[in-house]
């Protein structure tokens, strides 16, 4: 079983900068790319950022030059470091990870999400 879990969400001022962490757990055999995605309140849910186990990243237009993913393959973790943020940035924002998992019939992908948390940008 494979869980993702997310950290760092919360209510902070416009300009100000915030830190989502996301940890993956389970019987994780590689991984092939994780990403943060996000969902306002009567919006779909959109890329925000992801990034390869090689490190190549991509980012949503909105977000560029404020933001930077990061991860550390050998813990399966990814970061999202957000600065000067906006209103427009608050949302819940979930953690994704394309994960191989150990299987009987050998390595397999698979997507797996987090619960999401909520970001809050007050103005």
């Known amino acids: 079983q494979v869980q993702l879990v997310e950290s760092g969400g919360g209510l902070v001022q416009v300009g100000g900068s915030l830190r989502l962490s996301c940890a993956a757990s389970?019987?994780?055999?590689?991984?092939?790319?994780m990403g943060w995605y996000r969902q306002a309140p009567g919006n779909q849910r959109e890329l925000v950022a992801t990034?390869?186990?090689?490190?190549?990243?991509n980012y949503a237009d909105s977000v560029k030059g404020r933001f930077a993913i990061s991860m550390d393959n050998a813990k399966n973790t990814v970061a999202l470091q957000m600065n000067s943020l906006k209103p427009e940035d608050t949302a819940v924002y979930y953690c994704?990870?394309?994960?191989?998992?150990?299987?009987?019939?050998?390595?397999?992908?698979?997507?797996?999400w987090g619960q999401g948390t909520q970001v809050t940008v007050s103005s």
């Open positions: 994704n990870g394309h994960l191989s998992v150990i299987t009987p019939w050998g390595p397999r992908e698979y997507s797996y």
């Open positions: 990034i390869t186990s090689g490190g190549s990243t």
């Open positions: 389970g019987n994780i055999f590689s991984t092939a790319d």
